[in-house]
């Protein structure tokens, strides 16, 4: 890889990033303790009845991983922004999209892998039959990519702004209705042993068309956001 | 046919529309008041009572035309919003963010008068339909773009951020209907008819188009006031504002 | 009249609902006109004072020392 070319300064972004997360591992535990925390009241608040629980049990594991998220995304580009490395990535010749691809990726692998990793131990927790319990983990891998990306989006909006913790969460809300609905839908369909490809297939579709618009539409936010 | 893009440039201008809004507000109000005693009239006076629904249908007058702007506040909105995020027009980033309120408004009236209509009719005063999700989903949508907009220190930044996650709404609301009517019948739930089997007959269907129309000109008059306070604050330093202060302010 | 007011045993729907209606539309119709007297007023009272002041500095300025090393020329 030449030095300045495209692919050695994704390659430098992505390690600085992972990098950055691994020297404050502390940050990655906070997400999946809270995980852990959110799911152990489920069952205080709902009674120890095993039928009910693992009935419940797909949708709790989504909306806490999803809870979870929304907690890690503040950090996505404060730090950035606070020391300036994130305007200099902004006046870079390599294309911003491409640069906050590999950012929203190193996010996504720092906060989000850690948490479907715990995702089978939450769901066995409340009593998620086998089968379904690798439909989950199959929902999260395709689902969590889309929730970090369309964060990213938001999060870029409001990186000029001060507070935002609530109002992210405003925001965030009609964003992942639909990435709820399918994953959900995908395990509570494996559960009932109906056909469960159909709603994973269309979470894949949207990774896809998400995969190239997110990035664009994140730069494009942070250069509203951001601009002096 | 060139004076269209000519009037229209010179309506950007915001003394320019200052005065337009300010002649027509009244005007705006005054047809809408007017349309509204007419149509109300017809809708709660000579309109028959429904032969299923009795008397509670009259909520229609007021349900139907607010949701119906619910919808046509936020396709506005995101057109000025389209002009604001490519163009950085003044005036379009003002009317994006002052529909913001008023869309919320028209949403909010929506949910309640329809909970109040449910609840005599189906039983229950909320279900998880697709037109009610979205309409739930559509009104945080708006508080979305209201909080947003508030987040930022600087105006019209924060208008052209807000107006980019208007943009992102347009995409995602027709997601979030389909995607709660396939969920409904995956989930084989209580399935409600917003309209039932029955066609609305002719008197009952004229004072509904009435009021639709007086809605739109309500729309028209609040946009005008809101719009015409806005632009106000946004150019405080601006001589045509303190000329105004001096002669009103008083 | 009265028949009217009982809304066929649905009152207590309908009226709720026009009273929602014509409250939120009528907040949302004044509160714009409220705001726009404050703003006017407030500039107002700015300026009356940004006058005041000049008026001060004048009447300051124009008997005692002509070279008034606090005033500049932009300032009058």
Known sequence: MRPGSLSAACAAVLRRDLLLAWRRRGDIALPVLYALIVTTLFPFAL???????ARVAGGVVLVTVLLAML???DALFRPDLEDGSLEQLMLAPQPLALMLGMKILAHWLSTALPLIVIAPMLASMLHLPAHANAVLILALLVATPLLSLLGAVLVALTAGTRRSGMLLALMLLPLCVPVVIFAAGAVSAAQQGLPWIAPIAWLGAALALLLILAPLACAAALRIAVDA | MKWIPLWMHRLSSPPTFYRFATVMRPWFMALAVILTAVGLYGGLVTAPADYQQGDAFRIIYIHVPSAEMSLFVYGVMAAAG????VWRLKLAESVAMQSAPIGA???FITLVTGSLWGY????????WDARLTSELVLLFLYLGVIGLYHAFEDRRQGARAASFLVLVGVI???????SVKWWNTLHQGTTVRLFGASKIEGDMLWPLLVMMGAVHLYWAASLCGRV???LLSLESGKQWVRDLAQREGR | MDAFLHMGGYAAYVWPAYAVFFLVLLIDFLAPNLRRRRLLRELHARMQRQKAR???KAARRTPSDPHDPTSTPLDS
């Open chain 2, 120 to 127: 005599p009719t189906w039983g229950t005063w909320w279900t």
């Open chain 2, 82 to 85: 389209f002009i604001a995020v």
């Open chain 1, 47 to 53: 009674g120890p009845n095993d039928d009910l629980l």
């Open chain 2, 172 to 178: 995602n609301l027709p997601i979030v209907h389909y």
């Open chain 3, 54 to 56: 000049d008026a001060r």
């Open chain 2, 105 to 107: 408004a028209f949403t």
């Open chain 2, 228 to 230: 015409r306070t806005d």
């Open chain 1, 71 to 73: 907690l890690a995304f």
